[in-house]
């Protein structure tokens, strides 16, 4: 079974800066895509920043110039560095990916993160 493992929450003050790191394990895998969501209470997880295999980025409006997602395929591992975060930023992030497992079948699936609190403070 696919495992992704965060890491890096917590609090930190508006301006300065954060980094999550995710790493994937489990049996036999391969993603499509890796990157980052946040959720905060009461509304829907949105993207915050996702990469794919060949390197393309995206980013949502609200984090680019400060957030930057990067990820190592050899080590399946995907990080947000979070620069000049605002109190706006604070959520549950999780890591997420978007690919075939050997659980899961020839479809392709969403893994989620068991998701890390991220709170800026100003």
């Known amino acids: 079974q696919v495992q992704l493992v965060e890491s890096g929450g917590g609090l930190v003050q508006a301006g300065g800066s954060l980094r999550l790191s995710c790493a994937a394990s489990?049996?036999?895998?391969?993603?499509?895509?890796m990157g980052w969501f946040r959720q905060t209470e009461g509304n829907q997880r949105e993207l915050v920043a996702t990469?794919?295999?060949?390197?393309?980025?995206v980013y949502a409006d609200s984090v680019k110039g400060r957030f930057a997602v990067s990820r190592d395929n050899a080590k399946n591992t995907v990080s947000l560095q979070m620069n000049n975060p605002k109190p706006e930023d604070t959520a549950v992030y999780y890591c997420?990916?978007?690919?075939?497992?050997?659980?899961?079948?020839?479809?392709?699936?969403?893994?989620w993160g068991q998701g890390t609190q991220v709170t800026v403070s100003s």
């Open positions: 997420h990916a978007h690919g075939f497992a050997a659980s899961t079948g020839p479809r392709a699936t969403d893994f």
């Open positions: 489990g049996r036999t895998f391969s993603f499509n895509a």
């Open positions: 990469v794919d295999l060949g390197g393309r980025i």
